[in-house]
């Protein structure tokens, strides 16, 4: 199937869906469920508050979808929907301290040994567990940008933010975590940039 067939059947669904076609929100909800607890997950919420506040994003969507004008993508504008109903989650809870909270730097030593013998795989997700670590608003912007592939810009309207904002949680969350997987991996982690 060409690009030009894919794309025009990915219009084809979004038109479906933003008309109401209820196949189409379910295979929505199923595509892009992992997506939004992603983003619950890595703002601190369990596994019952994600559920919770995942049927919230859903239904917001839900109500919402037909005035989707396509002005962003379709998942860049979940993104936003899901971020928003788990920072208002967080703030309900009085827990909004944790997005940007004091960062414990905890000592790293003895864990060079393991490091050493580790694989490609084991040290992408040694780096995604050190990225939960950090501050909650930092550790977003980092999965966004490197694991969902979302500009500064997508991240900056998701979050309700300036770029400059944007990029300054990213540029002290690689350096916090820098510093953290230095002691992992037993090396100078310049490398990781």
């Known amino acids: 199937?060409?690009?030009?067939?894919?794309?025009?059947?990915?219009?084809?669904?979004?038109?479906?869906l933003v008309s109401g076609d209820h196949c189409a929100f379910a295979e929505f909800v199923d595509k892009y469920q992992k997506m939004v607890f992603l983003c619950c997950h890595t703002l601190g919420l369990n596994a019952n508050e994600s559920e919770d506040v995942a049927n919230e994003t859903f239904l917001a969507v839900y109500k919402k979808i037909g005035s989707f004008a396509g002005i962003s993508k379709l998942d860049t504008w979940l993104w936003r929907i899901a971020y928003h109903k788990a920072i208002d989650y967080l703030r309900s809870k009085g827990r909004s301290g944790e997005l940007l909270g004091d960062f414990d730097v905890q000592s790293e030593a003895?864990?060079?040994?393991?490091?050493?013998?580790?694989?490609?795989?084991?040290?992408?997700?040694?780096?995604?567990?050190?990225?939960?670590?950090?501050?909650?608003?930092?550790a977003l912007s980092i999965?966004?940008?490197?694991?969902?592939?979302?500009?500064?810009?997508?991240?900056?309207?998701?979050?309700?933010?300036?770029?400059?904002?944007?990029?300054?949680y990213?540029?002290?969350?690689?350096?916090?975590?820098?510093?953290?997987?230095?002691?992992?991996?037993?090396e100078n982690t310049d490398a990781y940039k």
Not at 171 to 185: A, P, Q, T, V, Y
């Open 1 to 16: 199937m060409s690009n030009t067939e894919d794309e025009q059947q990915k219009e084809d669904w979004q038109r479906l």
């Open 110 to 138: 003895g864990k060079n040994d393991i490091a050493d013998g580790l694989e490609c795989r084991e040290q992408s997700d040694l780096v995604w567990q050190t990225v939960e670590r950090l501050p909650k608003l930092w």
């Open 170 to 186: 990213l540029f002290r969350g690689r350096e916090r975590l820098k510093k953290l997987l230095e002691g992992s991996f037993g």
């Open 143 to 168: 999965v966004l940008f490197y694991r969902e592939d979302k500009s500064v810009e997508e991240i900056a309207k998701i979050m309700k933010t300036n770029k400059n904002t944007v990029k300054t």
